[in-house]
């Protein structure tokens, strides 16, 4: 067995490293000449525990100076599922209001446990209430599934969420450690969901209309995939404040980042888009750097 396991690993670094070719020998000569032989720097790569926990360390002060700055009530959580870095500020906080972000729930109560997937009419009334946030559309769509939503978010494992009493599903309270959650549902699995289930949720979400595409979106590169839900409504009765906010994924080469900002008590909804974005494009910039490696050159005699 130890044989084998050396004879192997010579292998593997026999071919990292190249190989010298073969010799010629010309037909009209009676001597060896030997091509150049060219070697492949041969490199190793390892994690980097330390520089990793180093940076995750500094982004998330920059973040949490950035938000001091800020007016309101601002919370966040992040989770890229490649890397499994996470990051978070009042991630558990409940009892943020959802406002349209709530509407995904909806959609996503519909179709679980379903057999069969939407009808024509749940169909456009579920396109209307995702791309273009339609309340009408919504208020159809919640009066069919509001009594079982506690139940729903049980099952998918949302404890820090509660549906929005009676007819307002815009009351719903979460916290941005749950949106991620359910972000994660809806690209990884969960119980009573189909895979053609999560597919139409997140197709609706990388669909939504421009003019509502904004928020966690700043942190994709170019030629990112984005799927978003966003919310907004201004609180009368909270010194005529807002509340905003975003979650959805941010999808390309090398990561899957999961997002969720989600603020209150803002003296606008500008304010509240604006400090949005500036904590997607803080974690999406940096994103990359909180993962780094240590390179070595391989070594140069087999390990026996």
């Keep these: 067995m130890r044989a084998r396991w050396v004879a192997g690993l010579s292998l593997v670094l026999v071919a990292g490293c190249g ?21 492949a720097r041969c490199l190793l790569s390892f994690p980097n525990p330390r520089g990793a926990a180093l940076a995750r360390a500094r982004l998330q002060r920059d973040i949490a100076r950035y938000l001091a700055g800020r007016p309101g009530r601002i919370v ?12 978070g500020q009042g991630e558990h906080q409940n009892d943020m ?8 729930d909806i959609l996503v109560a519909l179709l679980h446990r379903r057999d069969a997937g939407l009808g024509e009419g749940e169909r456009d009334l579920a396109e209307r209430m995702i791309k273009e946030s339609d309340n009408g559309a919504a208020d159809a769509l919640w009066s069919r599934v509001a009594g079982s939503m506690s139940g729903l978010y049980r099952e ?30 809806l690209v990884k699995g969960g119980r009573g969901l189909t895979r053609a289930d999560r597919r139409t949720v997140l197709e609706l979400m990388e669909q939504v209309q421009q003019d509502q595409a904004w928020g966690v979106s ?14 907004w409504t201004p609180r009368p009765f909270i010194q005529n404040t807002w509340a905003v906010t975003s979650y959805g994924r941010v999808a390309g080469p090398g990561r899957d980042l999961l997002l969720s900002v989600q603020t209150d008590r803002q003296p606008g909804e500008g304010t509240g888009i604006q400090t949005i974005e500036g904590v997607a494009r803080m974690v999406g910039g940096r ?10 050159p391989c070594p140069t005699k087999p390990i026996l």
């Design 156 to 185: 998918l494992g949302l404890r820090e969420t509660t549906p929005g009493p009676s007819r307002f599903w815009g009351g719903t309270k979460t916290s941005p450690a749950d949106r991620v959650r359910l972000m994660r549902v």
């Design 97 to 104: 209001i959802t406002a349209s972000g709530a509407k995904v």
């Design 19 to 39: 190989s010298e070719p073969a010799p010629v020998v010309p037909a009209s000569v009676g001597r060896v000449i030997r091509s150049p032989v060219k070697v």
């Design 287 to 296: 994103l990359d750097g909180l993962s780094p490696t240590t390179v070595r």
């Design 218 to 231: 700043a942190a994709a590169r170019p030629g990112d995939r984005v799927a978003l839900k966003n919310g």
């Design 76 to 87: 966040y959580s992040a989770l890229d599922l490649v890397t499994g870095v996470r990051l």
